[in-house]
């Protein structure tokens, strides 16, 4: 039996104004307005629908000063995906914006990697450079899921499902990951946060939220070697994602992106 060639699509959910001097270590010259997009992703094929991160909760946005424009489960109704019944969920990392929200997907098992659940339990989580994009409630939540048996931990890199698979990348967080999946254009990588906009990867400039700057810049190479091409790759809070991809409807615009 072949491979199946997968759907994917980039669902956004929040938003936030900041400046391009906090979007990369050292800041920017040329500072200006330089806003982050916060998304979830689907990819579907072969009988399978996988929920990339569950981003997080209007009362989140609140806490933390995000715009919050939907939930992503509601974001993800609108291309038929009925959460609550969702088996699949890949959690990239376990920032807030990623990995909130995870009782809205109640029949899912977690895909997380074992390091990342290792660093945000671990001594690392005692400085607030380290800590200061986790929320307690959601780590927690997640050894909760643990004990439930509900999450499946993968030790680097791995097959998910047909064709799909999960690399470890690191960087951002000692645990990142990242989907490599097939489609009809080729393969397509969903970065998340190894690459928070098309610059950081392009022009080699490190986002200042990072584990360890070598593994986010080795990060950067790896994500190319995994793609068919660096217009294969997928950044986690570009709003250039929505610029360079179709909705798959016109009622979906600014909201939807297909990737395929
Ligand atoms: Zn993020």
Redesign the pocket.
Known sequence: MSTPLYEVYAIKYAHHERRASENFIGGDPHDGPMP?D?FVWLVRGGGREIVVDTGFSAAMARKRGREHLRCPTEGLKLLGVDCSAVKDVVIT?L?Y??AGNFDLFPAATLHLQELEMNYATGRYMCEECFRG?FEVEDVVGMVRRVYAGRVRFHDGDGELCPGVSLHLIGG?TMGLQVLRVPTRRGWVVLA??AT?FYANMEQVRPFPIVWSVAGMVDGYRRLKALADSPAHIIP??DPLVLERYRAPSKDLQGIVARLD
Request: no cysteine; proline share 0%; glycine share 8%.
């Open positions: 982050l916060y990392h920032h914006d990623h994009a951002h998340s946060d928070h986690g809070h």
